[in-house]
């Protein structure tokens, strides 16, 4: 009896890792989308250039901006946003039923 109680544990806590790791996909893809307006950067190309400040605003120094030649597909971020998506709502789903199993509120 105590091996299934660990065994259960040892189920919820993956399914717990499971939400954390969709959610370290799902934050960062919906920050990219809010801040390059609904552009994909993944599989993008472009360079860094730099400018001379002094030339701009009389401070002197350079400044470095990224160039995008091409936006990656938008089908990469869509795809990669549904895993996460998917991946935290099925951990959801079976960490709460592995806690429903562990705490013995079913019927044998």
């Known amino acids: ?10 189920h919820c806590a993956a399914h717990a890792l499971s939400i954390a790791a969709g959610l370290l996909v799902v934050v960062p ?8 307006k ?15 400040r002094e030339e701009r605003t009389g401070q002197p120094g350079e400044v470095a901006h ?17 895993v996460g998506i998917f991946t935290v709502l099925y951990g959801a789903a079976q960490s709460w039923r592995s806690l429903f ?8």
């Open 1 to 10: 009896m105590e091996l299934d109680r660990r065994l259960l544990l040892a």
């Open 29 to 36: 893809m919906a920050l990219n989308g809010s801040a390059f």
């Open 38 to 52: 609904g552009r994909c950067a993944l599989f993008s190309s472009g360079y860094w250039r730099t400018d001379d």
């Open 66 to 82: 990224l160039v995008v030649q091409e936006w990656g597909p938008p089908a990469a971020c869509q795809f990669a946003t549904f």
């Open 101 to 108: 199993y562990l705490h013995g509120r079913h019927d044998e």
